[in-house]
């Protein structure tokens, strides 16, 4: 392994007989940041382009949605500045606080929430809606994250170490699935088992527990109609285009048209009306058809490297000592592949339908909040890789 430098405190050098400094290091993760920047930045222009229809029909105002999405974005990148200068250990202070206000919130949602389309899942604050299951993910997260590292043995060599965080996820499921929002249960069950599988679980209990969990879950889609109803049409949405597989067929027809290089920004016709949800669950399908497969697979690649990222920064924390920055990272990374992937399933027709936004690119402020917010804390343990709490560095490799 070649020596490592940190070029902050590396001495000056004369070179032709000038002195040259170092180049400072950077003090958070440029790389990563760029992604996410980016992906925001795409984000916008699809919103823009996918809402400006129904926009113009609903409030005559083409860019209205798009206004919105810039003061989301602004918003997050603020809650993300401030996140970032806040030590990991002042976090995992707050797991507990942050997930009884967690199920605070959503015990509120059931009581005092707006039903849309069914679903209960916001609370009204004025011009604005909050939906508490983007947030209470992360709490979630933030709180297991610290639960490893107080009960680290216990959750390895004991049963009743794993079944204790399985008691509080099961009360978060069952909030979540009253609403219903089978979709945020399901990231969140799967975020949750992923973090205690890394923690190193017995393999017969975490398989036990997986067989079951599978178990409700399929029990939940049989029971509920239309959870139902949206299983089986997407085997075959052509057997019913014009209901159950409405969405998923103008989703196909969304990426045929498309092809390799798209119709052209703004050319989409499945965005004018057809394509139910355009700027917010299927902004992926908009996108394929107006800017094709080349820009598919660049998003593609943009979130994977966001989430190998996340991976690696995980990975040094632990070889660092430091559990809970490494399990933080895990879970963030964890919970941000999982709503990637089933959204882009479902928009391809490969996953059931769920009600689960685009991680920093579909139109949602408390999703684009919460997930700026989720990458800021992984900038965060990055940071705290490579410094101490002065602000000193810790011997480690920059990126």
């Not at 500045?81 to 990991?88: C, K």
């Amino acid at each position: 392994m070649a020596p490592t430098i940190n070029r902050s405190s590396a001495p000056n050098r004369v070179i032709a007989g000038r002195t040259v400094r170092p180049r400072p290091e950077p003090k958070y993760d440029v790389f990563m940041l760029t992604v996410a920047l980016a992906l925001l930045g795409v984000g916008l222009v699809m919103v823009g382009s996918s809402s400006i229809g129904i926009a113009d029909r609903d409030f005559g105002v083409p860019f209205h949605y798009l206004m919105r999405q810039s003061l989301f974005v602004l918003a997050g990148l603020v809650a993300a500045w401030l996140v970032t200068q806040i030590p990991l250990k002042v976090w995992e202070q707050a797991g507990p606080v942050l997930l009884l206000f967690g199920f605070l919130l959503l015990v509120l949602v059931l009581v005092i929430g707006r039903t849309v389309n069914g679903s209960t899942r916001w609370i009204s604050l004025g011009p604005f809606n909050l939906q508490v299951s983007e947030f209470f993910k992360l709490f979630m997260v933030i709180y297991v994250a610290g639960y490893i590292q107080r009960h680290e043995e216990q959750v390895r060599a004991s049963t009743i170490g794993f079944l204790k965080p399985m008691v509080l996820l099961g009360a978060a499921c069952l909030l979540l699935l009253l609403e219903p929002d089978f979709g945020a249960a399901a990231v969140l069950t799967v975020t949750v088992l992923g973090m205690l599988f890394l923690a190193g679980v017995r393999w017969w209990l975490f398989g036990v527990l997986v067989f079951v969990v599978c178990g409700l879950a399929a029990s939940l889609a049989i029971s509920a109609p239309y959870r139902m109803a949206r299983m089986t049409a997407f085997l075959n949405p052509w057997a019913d285009p014009y209901d159950s597989g409405f969405q998923l067929t103008q989703a196909l027809i969304a990426f045929g048209r498309g092809e390799w290089f798209g119709v052209g920004l703004g050319g989409s016709v499945q965005k004018l009306f057809y394509l139910p949800e355009a700027h917010t669950d299927f902004l992926f399908a908009v996108m394929a058809e107006e800017l094709g497969l080349v820009a598919v697979i660049v998003v593609i690649a943009l979130f994977t490297l966001l989430i190998w990222r996340a991976l690696l920064v995980g990975q040094a924390a632990w070889q660092g000592g430091r559990p809970f920055a490494a399990y933080l990272a895990y879970g963030v990374g964890l919970g941000i592949c999982l709503q990637v992937f089933i959204n882009i399933g479902v928009n391809m027709g490969i996953l059931p339908t769920k009600g689960l936004t685009l991680p920093l690119m579909s139109y949602g402020g408390s999703s684009i909040v919460a997930t700026c917010i989720a990458v800021a804390l992984l900038l965060r343990v990055e940071h705290e890789n490579r410094f101490d709490e002065n602000g000193k560095p810790r011997g480690g490799e920059p990126w």
